[in-house]
């Protein structure tokens, strides 16, 4: 039946064809009239295309004359400062980004008057899907209302133990290597923080910490982060159909597979757990993220399909652990640079613990210090150093200058940390910002670690327990020194901000009797 159909559709394109060339000049045919056609069809629109694009180069080359040029590296963060509010950036000869880099610019850009840049962001979704970090309107709002529960105090206080737990193999393996021994922080903070995403994302108990960069999930991830970051350089990169033609196209959507492979083998295996299961507090296991995933409903009874919970599932596992391993990763680096610091912090954990190698949620509370540590970390190296939005306005700024409607636009979060308008003496590592006295009357954009607005980080709570729990633990079993014998550590903008060379630091134990 369904040949016959489709041998009665060709006859009658066949027919079609035949009449359409009987009343056509002699020699031009029915089929050359319809090519011709969408040739001419396929040129307008390119035409219109092109005289758009065009109109838009000068329309945004005028307006952007109004803003000064970005002449910034990210090698050079460490040392900079600056009191601009916008500057123009050109990613490449023809996408000019407006730079904001003060909390009166920052503030409407993060509002809902914007949009997420889609030519940015969507070279992450074959890698993240629509969740979360790329999804928008609708769609957003109702994820984000059923994710929300997933960070309830009530939940993250059940992953204290968890990180203890992944600090403590992260120590273990430092205690192994002898006193005075040289490691790279972010090769060790990044695992740590992979293993606790893991546990607390999906109760996937790892062995990361352990086998290293050799795991295959790692090495995707590794893999992804460096040809995301390196696409947009790459003009022709932005054509889809070239870039997986590409070597690192196709490396791409390999590591795309063994990501989504693993993350669709843990959710098939936990969904049949919970058919086995009538709850999971009766089987004694706290909730974690995938629990909450696969019970969220709506109002009417409608949950999440397997898709989103892949999608939300791969961009937690991706954000949950990056942005924390450089958060840790340069907090070490300030205590090392700064030994007063990091002795205070050491003598407030000792009182703290009282010998005690393990935190607990009452501990987290506790620890006002390296909290300020931890946050002026955060000031001088942002894990995520900016955000992008598209204007779905025009818009206005203070003091007359304005950006139509489309524009793509940057929060420049570590510029922003760096304005000394805001922050007197940005370059100098000060935790006492931080102190309640001179954080109550502080601008809410001027301190952006979590970004802000509606779209603020769902996970910001669960990041600064992770941290306060890692620095705390590892300040009380070792003291840091840099490693002046490796190349220093020079600020590199990934998707967040590493070390060009990686941050070396010697260990020196505290405590050897463990």
């Known amino acids: 039946m369904a040949a016959s159909a489709e041998d009665e559709q060709s006859r009658d394109v066949s027919e079609f064809l035949r009449l359409l060339s009987a009343r056509l000049p002699a020699g031009v045919t029915g089929t050359t009239l319809v090519m011709w056609t969408l040739v001419l069809v396929l040129a307008v629109r390119l035409s219109a295309y092109v005289v758009n694009f065009i109109a838009w180069q000068v329309k945004i080359r005028r307006v952007v004359k109004q803003f000064p040029e970005d002449d910034f590296h990210s090698d050079q963060l460490l040392s900079r400062d600056h009191n601009h509010r916008y500057l123009t950036y050109w990613q490449t000869p023809v996408i000019a980004l407006t730079m904001c880099s003060h909390p009166d610019t920052v503030k409407p850009i993060l509002s809902n008057k914007t949009r997420k840049t889609e030519w940015m962001y969507r070279f992450f979704r074959p890698w993240l899907g629509d969740g979360l970090l790329l999804s928008d309107g609708p769609k957003w709002q109702r994820n984000r209302r059923l994710l929300t529960p997933a960070f309830h105090f009530d939940i993250l206080k059940h992953y204290v133990q968890l990180f203890s737990e992944s600090t403590a193999v992260l120590l273990g393996k430092w205690m192994s290597r002898g006193p005075g021994a040289s490691v790279e922080l972010f090769d060790h903070i990044g695992l740590m923080t992979l293993d606790n995403i893991l546990k607390c994302s999906l109760g996937y108990s790892s062995r990361c910490q352990t086998d290293g960069q050799s795991a295959p999930y790692v090495l995707a991830v590794h893999d992804l982060t460096r040809l995301i970051e390196d696409r947009p350089e790459h003009l022709p990169y932005h054509i889809d159909f070239i870039y997986y033609l590409s070597k690192d196209g196709r490396r791409f959507r390999r590591a795309c597979e063994i990501v989504h492979s693993f993350s669709g083998q843990v959710i098939k295996e936990r969904k049949e757990e919970l058919k086995k299961e009538d709850s999971s507090f009766k089987s004694g296991k706290c909730l974690d993220l995938l629990d909450i995933l696969l019970k969220a409903t709506d109002e009417d009874g409608t949950g999440l399909s397997v898709s989103e919970i892949q999608d939300?599932?791969?961009?937690?596992?991706?954000?949950?652990?990056?942005?924390?391993?450089?958060?840790i990763s340069w907090t070490l680096y300030h205590l090392a640079k700064h030994k007063d610091y990091q002795d205070k912090c050491r003598a407030e954990v000792e009182g703290v613990l009282q010998g005690r190698e393990e935190m607990t949620w009452h501990d987290i509370g506790t620890l006002p210090f390296i909290t300020m540590c931890i946050k002026e970390s955060?000031?001088?190296?942002?894990?995520?150093?900016?955000?992008?939005?598209?204007?779905?306005?025009?818009?206005?700024?203070?003091?007359?200058?304005?950006?139509?409607?489309?524009?793509?636009?940057?929060?420049?979060?570590?510029?922003?940390?760096?304005?000394?308008?805001?922050?007197p003496n940005p370059t100098v590592y000060d935790p006492y910002r931080f102190s309640p006295e001179n954080s109550a009357n502080r601008h809410p954009y001027a301190f952006l670690p979590f970004s802000a607005g509606p779209r603020n980080c769902i996970g910001q709570n669960f990041a600064m327990n992770e941290m306060k729990v890692s620095v705390a633990l590892i300040v009380q079993r070792f003291q840091l020194e840099l490693d002046e014998t490796k190349p220093p550590a020079v600020p590199f903008d990934s998707l967040t901000v590493q070390a060009k060379d990686g941050i070396w630091m010697k260990l020196h134990p505290v405590k050897t009797d463990t």
């Open 312 to 327: 939300e599932v791969n961009t937690f596992l991706f954000g949950g652990h990056h942005t924390t391993a450089s958060g």
């Open 378 to 423: 955060m000031r001088c190296v942002p894990p995520v150093p900016r955000v992008a939005r598209s204007l779905k306005q025009d818009m206005t700024f203070v003091g007359g200058k304005w950006l139509p409607m489309g524009s793509p636009t940057i929060t420049d979060i570590a510029g922003t940390h760096r304005n000394r308008d805001i922050w």
